[in-house]
């Protein structure tokens, strides 16, 4: 089966500019994450989607980042406006049954 | 803050020898997953034990829970070079965390 694919791989921006970057999970699962992974970190949780309604959304700075989901499939995570310490890779995940996730090659951002 | 503390930070074996990584947790928790990241695969799910088992096995992988000390610790057998990544626990509570990872380095 094919796994979840994320665009793009790389992208470089200026502070204070705007970024987004799309998901496609793996057909048939229910369940979407998006992730920030720091350098040297473990993935943080930003935001997980059941379908097309948010499941939890507690760590996402709601300020400047925001996420959907729309008719419950793709998705995407936006940035506006971005600052340097946003600079990380973005990583989204999905699953069918909310315990064994399947992660995509993520998106690295550099914010300059 | 994350949930998980993995220990050792980072951790160098011979090939052959066994791994050993620890994670504590801070809260209850429905299940603990174990993922494995290096450059080549990104992140994969390695396994997972449910908050009522102690112990599950998984080929040259054994994880522990103990719920009452809130840790579980993840042992890989007969370790390979390709073993070389960062591994991370991930619990499920009320939120899902990542710890901070343990990087263990197999030296051929």
């Known amino acids: 089966e094919a796994g979840v694919a994320q665009s793009p791989r790389y992208k470089i921006i200026e502070k204070r500019q705007s970024v987004a970057f799309w998901c496609n999970p793996i057909s048939g699962h229910a369940t979407l994450y998006w992730y920030q992974q720091i350098l040297g970190q473990g993935p943080k949780l930003l935001i997980q989607f059941q379908n097309n309604g948010v499941v939890d959304d507690s760590q996402l700075p709601k300020d400047r980042f925001s996420a959907e989901r729309l008719k419950g499939v793709d998705s995407t995570l936006k940035i506006q406006p971005a600052k340097l310490e946003d600079s990380a890779v973005y990583l989204c995940a999905s699953s069918v049954n909310n315990y064994e996730q399947y992660f995509g090659p993520g998106t690295r951002l550099t914010v300059t | ?108």
């Open chain 2, 1 to 108: 803050s994350q949930q998980g503390e993995e220990d050792p930070q980072a951790l160098s074996i011979q090939e052959g020898e066994n791994a050993t990584m620890n994670c504590s947790y801070k809260t209850s928790i429905n299940n603990l997953q174990w993922y494995r990241q290096n450059s080549g695969r990104g992140l994969v799910h390695l396994i997972l034990i449910r908050s009522n088992e102690r112990e599950k096995h998984s080929g040259r992988l054994r994880v522990t829970l103990d719920t009452s000390k809130k840790s579980s610790s993840l042992l890989i057998t007969a370790s390979r070079a390709a073993d070389t990544a960062s591994y991370f626990c991930a619990t499920d509570g009320n939120q899902f965390y990542f710890g901070t990872g343990t990087s263990l380095t197999v030296i051929p």
